[in-house]
């Protein structure tokens, strides 16, 4: 908690762009022994918080980001074939799946039984859910009035200080706004333990029929970060990661433009701007090709 909170987040984006570059500099010799140093203790700073935290959110953020990086890398040397996407999907799936049982473990889920509840209750019930908002079964108190949409906008504190959104439009706390989901399901005779209604569910909750509307911008939105990575810029390097995650992650909650995101926008910025002043060369990876320009 505290100043501290998006530090792991912060990290994680700077990872995934320095990866990125090294692969693509391909830094051989002598020279990649201090840049493969300060990576390792990186990411080994990265697994240490997570643990720390159980933050199984951010572990799988991480785990999928770099999956996404290696395949992307070898899509661009023309190295990709169906082998390594099998082999890399099959690793991730097994890491993600290991790595919940051990932090279901951690926090005092005990027993097979318990542990196969407790995986249901994150995956698949979820859409439970979202049927019965679709039914009208399933009421969430705060929902209708835009605050499912952007974590960021409706519970970031600083932004909320400089520009009170959250004020103007009366919204909620973050823990009323939780707390307040328990009920809601207990009182659509669901279990009350698991309130997830994916990402779709919780944008329809306030919107309504209005949402595909809203999720073509994120279509617009992906196409952008898409296009981005594929000529090697910063921004895309860094929000790709997470805004495959966030798909992949669609049987959760609404993540994509929450606190997470806007971390890594800025240091997306931060990153563009070390390019552009430190760079003498810039190499734009398009579809595979390399294009210099002085």
């Given amino acids: 908690g505290g100043n501290l909170v998006l530090s792991v987040t912060c990290l994680t984006g700077v990872i995934w762009w320095a990866v990125w570059r090294h692969q693509q500099l391909k830094v051989s010799g002598s020279s990649r022994v201090v840049p493969r140093l300060f990576l390792s203790l990186a990411i080994i700073s990265v697994l240490v918080s997570v643990f720390l935290t159980v933050d199984r959110l951010s572990l799988m953020t991480i785990i999928v980001g770099f999956a996404i990086i290696v395949l992307l890398r ?151 970060v898409w296009r981005s990575i594929r000529c090697g810029r910063a921004f895309g390097i860094v929000l790709y990661p997470w805004c495959a995650s966030c798909i992949l992650f669609w049987f959760g909650t609404n993540l994509l433009l929450d606190t997470r995101c806007a971390m890594l926008v800025i240091v997306a910025l931060v990153l563009w701007g070390y390019e552009f002043v430190m760079v003498r060369e810039r190499v734009i990876l398009f579809e595979g090709q390399c294009m210099r320009r002085s």
């Fill in 74 to 224: 070898k899509m661009l040397r023309h190295e990709l074939n169906s082998e390594v996407v099998v082999k890399v999907i099959g690793l991730v799936l097994v890491l993600c799946v290991v790595c919940f049982v051990l932090f279901a473990v951690i926090r005092g889920v005990n027993g097979s039984e318990a542990i196969g509840s407790n995986f249901a209750g994150y995956t698949i019930s979820p859409y439970n859910r979202l049927s019965a908002l679709l039914s009208g079964k399933l009421r969430y108190p705060y929902g209708g009035r835009g605050l499912y949409l952007s974590g960021f906008l409706a519970f970031n504190n600083l932004f909320n200080s400089l520009v009170p959104v959250r004020e103007m439009l009366k919204w909620p706390s973050f823990y009323d706004v939780w707390t307040s989901e328990f009920g809601a399901v207990w009182r659509a005779n669901l279990n009350g333990s698991f309130i997830w209604s994916g990402t779709f569910g919780y944008i329809y909750s306030d919107l309504g029929w209005l949402s595909p509307g809203f999720v073509f911008l994120y279509g617009l939105l992906y196409g952008w």
